[in-house]
């Protein structure tokens, strides 16, 4: 790791479809939106709430886009670790930042799903599975 590098940690859900593409340099690369959501309980209705909220961006790179594009969809429940960063651009004149997390290594949130682990070879490629890391509700 980099001296002032931001490693985070994030559970939530994946909340777009997963974008995909390669380098120039044959690199694979995964991308997609995260999104947490808090939840707290009011004692004085009984009922759930909304909290606060986090967006970022994430972008998986070689090996591990991979194993994300054949495993994860939109919707999935994942815990994601990363080198936080944010992008600057700008848009209709304005300067915007969007949170990136590069992600290092991501697993489902067992809290609310079940996965089916399959060990690969170095080497191999990942084969998409309809019984690994797919979401239902607890």
């Known amino acids: ?33 995260l999104r947490s959501n808090e939840r707290r309980y009011d004692r ?13 961006r994430v972008t998986c790179w070689r090996r591990l886009a991979g194993t994300v594009g054949a495993s994860l969809t939109k919707g999935d429940p994942v815990i994601v670790t990363g080198r936080l960063y944010s992008s600057e651009y700008v848009a209709d004149g304005q300067p915007r930042s969007v949170p990136e997390l590069e992600a290092l290594a991501i697993g489902p949130n ?28 607890a």
């Open 1 to 33: 790791m980099a001296i002032g590098e931001t490693v985070l940690t994030v559970v939530g859900n994946v909340s777009s479809d997963l974008s995909r593409r390669t380098t120039a340099s044959g690199d694979e690369v995964v991308g997609f939106w």
């Open 44 to 56: 004085e209705t009984g009922q759930w709430r909304d909290g606060r909220s986090l967006a970022v």
């Open 110 to 137: 067992l809290a609310w799903c079940t996965a089916t682990v399959r060990r690969g070879t170095r080497g191999s490629e990942p084969q998409p599975d309809e019984t690994a890391a797919r979401g239902s509700a």
